[in-house]
């Protein structure tokens, strides 16, 4: 998988994990911190899927994991 680089990061934190249902998968969540940017987060995702990234620089995220009892998956505005 390719990436995007940052530089003057001062904090990192990565979460490895897998995506539901497919054993052959792997996940990455990453956020970090940057002299320039006091917040940013990233993804790359793999398996038998075609790979796929993102990196997204201030942006803040509030919850990771599975929906919380009824919420819906998409927005309803």
């Known amino acids: 998988m390719g990436g995007a680089g940052a ?3 001062k ?7 897998k995506i539901p249902g ?3 998968s792997h996940a990455l ?10 917040t940013a987060y990233g993804f ?3 398996g ?4 796929l990234a993102c990196q997204i620089v201030g ?3 509030d919850y990771s994991g599975p929906p919380k009892g ?7 505005n």
Do not use: N, Q, W
Not at 29 to 38: D, L, R
């Open 7 to 9: 530089s003057r990061v």
């Open 11 to 17: 904090k990192l934190d990565i979460y490895l994990g």
């Open 22 to 24: 497919d054993a052959d």
């Open 29 to 38: 969540y990453y956020s970090f911190a940057t002299e320039y940017s006091p």
């Open 44 to 46: 790359a995702l793999g």
């Open 48 to 51: 038998k899927l075609t790979a």
């Open 59 to 61: 942006m803040t995220l």
């Open 70 to 76: 009824d919420a819906a998956l998409t927005s309803k």
